[in-house]
Structure formats: C-alpha cells, structure tokens
C-alpha cells in the first residue's frame, strides 16, 4: 500500500475508535447536543467510507489487471474527505450555518473524487498507440523477452496458439485482460507452465506470418532483457530471484517491502519486481 491507501485504512481505525468512545459516552448517559450527529458520521464517513477508500484502490485496480488512472488525485481525496469530516463534525452543533454547509460540500467532493476515479481505472480503455505505429511493431519477430500482454494486444486472435501450447486459461476474455497489464514475459511464462519455449515461439511467428531470422534467435538468447548482471540497474521488470542471485544485499530491502513470504514463495522465480509490487 502507498502512503494515502495505507492513510485512509489508519484514518479508518482512528475513527471507528472515536465512534465507539462516543458511543460509550452516550450508554453511560453523558450527553452533548453533537455527540449523536458525530458518532454516526465518525462511523459511516470515516470508519465505513474511508476503509472502502483505503481497500477499494488497492484491490480492486489490482484485479482488473490495470493501474489507477489518476493516482495524482488520491492525495487531494485523502484530504478531502478528512477535512469535510471533521469539519462538519466541528460545526455541527451550529447548523444550519454557512460554515457547516462549505464543510458539506468539500465531503462531497472528496466522494465525487473516489467514484471519478475508480470508474475512469474499471471502465475506460488505457491510450493506444497510433495505427500507424502499431503496423511498423507488427513486422518484427516475436521474441522470448517480450510481455505475453503485449502481444496479445497487438495480435487479435493469437491467444489461440498460446492455448494449443497449454496455456488454457488465455481462452478466457476476463482473463486475458488481466495478462494484458502483468509484466510477464513469454519466456518466464513458459517457464512456469513447462512449456516449450522455442516450439511456441515458432508458432506465434507463423501466426503472425513473419520469420525469425537466426541472427535475431542469437540475440535474443544472448541476452534476455530480463537478464540481470552485475553492475546493471535493477528495474521494474527484473525478476526477484535473479535479483537476489545477483545482488544478495538487496535481500534487506526485499524483505521489508514484500515480507517473509517473499523468500519462500515459488513465484520468486518468475515474478517481476513491477508484478510483486502489485500483488502486495
């Protein structure tokens, strides 16, 4: 979680133990014209919503297999929605007044903020690249170091060679769309699933009615782009297992961000730096 999911779900907490000191506070007969309004809004606008916020932009882009469209507006959410709340709790005890109303609507807005964003991440299509491009990218070979998303995406229809080699759960439309944003490589694929990797490459050329020259076979087994040697910079796409084969004194750092779990995991060998990230 980053600082403002992980600060909705403490804000959560911290108004959930408000509310039910309230609520305390009120079965022992103490009274105050705000405790009622303050108890119910602590328990719907700041333990409800904002746990929904703190768990909703965590999970629910997560298993759509895309990224939040706008993560520049969770930090303007998180303020938001925190100031309206305790604002109109503030001035409660005056309304109906002008102050308690402004308060009103920035609490909206922070709502406004959410479903704006949540919907814009499930519902609209990420930018494409213009046609243009995309016919000069289909004229070149399809390689082992590259994103099984990424040709699904430029090749309607290819997920069927995919499937004849073993990969069945590409026959799914849900889940295809959901490989489209992992980044999963045809070789860490197949080397997950035992397929092999030469065969299905073969194939996916065929599909595609482009030849893989020898000279550009040699390359690509020379050096995979997820290949990672000493003195390269790590980054989003290496995987965590040659990471630590590499650089063992990035196990420090590894172990605080993806915890214990992360050493004893199988998917160690063929999960990215960028994909562990948005598992955890």
């Known amino acids: 979680m980053d600082r403002y999911t992980k ?36 328990n719907l606008l ?30 303007v959410h998180f303020y938001t929605s925190n ?23 920035v609490e909206g807005i922070s709502i406004a903020l959410f479903v704006f964003n949540l919907v814009a991440t499930l519902l609209l299509e990420e930018e494409r690249k213009p046609a243009s491009q995309q016919e000069k990218e289909r004229k070149k070979p399809i390689l082992p170091g590259m994103r099984v998303g990424e040709v ?26 959901q490989v489209r944003e992992l980044p999963i490589t045809i070789n860490m694929a197949c080397k997950k699933h035992g397929v092999d990797v030469g065969a299905l490459i073969r194939d996916l ?27 390269d910079p790590i980054e989003a796409h290496h995987i965590l297992g040659d990471i630590l084969k590499v650089y063992p004194e ?11 779990g992360c050493f004893t995991c199988p998917g160690q060998t063929t999960e990215s730096v960028k994909l562990c990230a948005l598992m955890h």
Not at 55 to 71: C, D, E, H, S, T
Not at 86 to 100: D, K, Q
Not at 152 to 174: C, D, N, T
């Open 7 to 42: 600060g909705f779900v403490v804000a959560s907490l911290v108004y959930f133990a408000g509310a039910a000191l309230l609520g305390i506070l009120m079965g022992a007969g103490v009274e105050a014209a705000w405790f009622h309004f303050a108890h119910v809004h602590l």
């Open 46 to 75: 700041g333990f409800m919503a904002m746990m929904v916020y703190g768990v909703g932009y965590f999970i629910l882009p997560r298993f759509n297999g895309k990224n939040l469209r706008y993560p520049s507006l969770l930090p």
């Open 83 to 105: 100031i309206g709340l305790v604002g109109m709790v503030a001035t409660s005890e005056s309304r109906p007044s002008l102050l308690f109303t402004l308060f009103a609507v």
């Open 152 to 177: 699904l995406e430029k090749y309607p229809g290819i997920h069927e060679v995919f499937v004849r080699h073993g990969f069945q759960s590409l026959a799914s439309e849900a889940h295809r769309a």
């Open 205 to 231: 050329n065929e599909f595609i009615g482009v030849s893989v020259t020898l000279k550009e076979k040699q390359t690509e087994e020379k050096r995979s782009p997820t290949e990672l040697r000493r003195g």
């Open 250 to 260: 990035t196990e420090e750092v590894l172990r605080r961000y993806y915890a214990e």
